[in-house]
């Protein structure tokens, strides 16, 4: 059940990304089939993730500074 959530989740937000990004049906496909193996899901996990990394980062270097003053 977490796994049909889950990707249901990745999917829409692949598909609003890829939407407010381009907003060309031609365009979202030929993009699709480059970048994110025609695939909505790997698109939304993608950008998922980067956002988590970058939250990371900002946090890794809060702390950091904080030890260091």
Do not use: H, P
């Amino acid at each position: 059940m977490e796994e049909l959530i889950g990707s249901l989740m990745y999917s829409f937000i692949g598909w609003c990304y890829l939407w407010i990004r381009y907003r060309n049906k031609k365009k979202i496909q030929i993009i699709l089939k480059e970048k994110y193996n025609d695939s909505y899901l790997e698109a939304g996990a993608t950008k998922v993730l980067q956002f988590i990394g970058v939250v990371m980062i900002i946090i890794l270097g809060a702390l950091l500074l904080v030890i260091i003053y």
